[in-house]
């Protein structure tokens, strides 16, 4: 099975880029892997806070892809998985794809502001040549039936 690989984090156009990989997840009978990063510790010298950090980030990433995971289920018939790491973005979604050999394509938002597409698109495009999958970016201004329309 094909496995679309989407990241879940705090940006607006995540949402786009959520509902296009339920979808094409959906058409294709394929699957959704949403992956979320939490970033380095800031709090390595003080160890509890920086358990409690943790912990409360995995709770919070939690109850935010279970707004995602209801609706992929109840709209879509996609029952996604998730998957938390710990570290710094790039590598971390590189390091998810090498481990998961059914993710075929990264799906990406773009930012719709003028302040460029993101940090995670200024950086794949740096590495386009080297990436083992291809790469979707759904546009962070696209209407809801737009991209019904195009999946």
Known sequence: MRKFLVVLDDSRECLNAMRYAAMRASKTGGGVTVLSIIPPDEFNHWIGVGEIFREEARERIEVH???????????????PDLVIREGEPMPEI?????????IGVLVLGASADNKGPGPLISALTRQAGTLPIPVTIVPGDLSKEKLEAIT
């Open 65 to 79: 892809f279970e707004v995602f995971a209801k609706w992929m289920r109840d709209r879509q018939n996609v029952n």
């Open 94 to 102: 590189m390091a998810q794809i090498a481990e998961d050999s059914e």
